[in-house]
């Protein structure tokens, strides 16, 4: 099986560092930005397996990141995930939700959660080619 490779952008660097060396430890090539600028470029080169974004960047929001690469003909079938810290206390939830077709975690996040919606979109991208 080949290593699946995940591009991350969070302009928190903790967080970014803490994502990357957990999914690393589950068998992921990792790809790491802080700036939100630089995820379609990266996208386009490394043509990762999924990204994760943070939607809250300094730099651009996350959800203009995800239509743009949807718009993409190059990026379009990339799944993307989000990471944010808004969610309001009442919507918390175990396992993510899905919004517009993304699954979003909140920060502080479970890894094993983040790693089994990882391993459903990746699959869903290979069943819909």
């Given amino acids: 099986m080949d290593k699946k490779q995940i591009l991350i952008?969070?302009?928190?660097?903790d967080v970014l560092s803490v994502l990357e060396k957990g999914l690393a430890a589950e068998g992921y090539s990792v790809?790491?930005?802080?700036?939100?600028?630089d995820v379609i470029d990266?996208?386009?080169s490394k043509r990762p397996d999924l990204i994760i974004l943070d939607l809250e960047m300094p730099d651009m929001y996350g959800g203009d990141i995800a239509r743009m690469l949807k718009d993409d003909p190059e990026t379009k079938t990339i799944p993307v995930m989000f990471l944010t810290g808004m969610?309001?206390?009442e919507e918390k939830r175990k396992g993510g939700r899905v919004i517009a077709g993304h699954v979003l975690f909140e920060k502080p996040y479970d890894?094993?959660?983040?790693?089994t919606?990882?391993?459903e979109r990746i699959?869903?991208?290979?069943?819909f080619k």
């Fill in 9 to 13: 952008a969070d302009d928190e660097l």
């Fill in 42 to 44: 990266l996208a386009k």
């Fill in 31 to 37: 790809i790491t930005t802080s700036r939100g600028n």
């Fill in 111 to 115: 890894i094993l959660e983040i790693v």
């Fill in 123 to 127: 699959r869903e991208k290979v069943l």
């Fill in 117 to 119: 919606a990882i391993e």
């Fill in 87 to 89: 969610f309001p206390k």
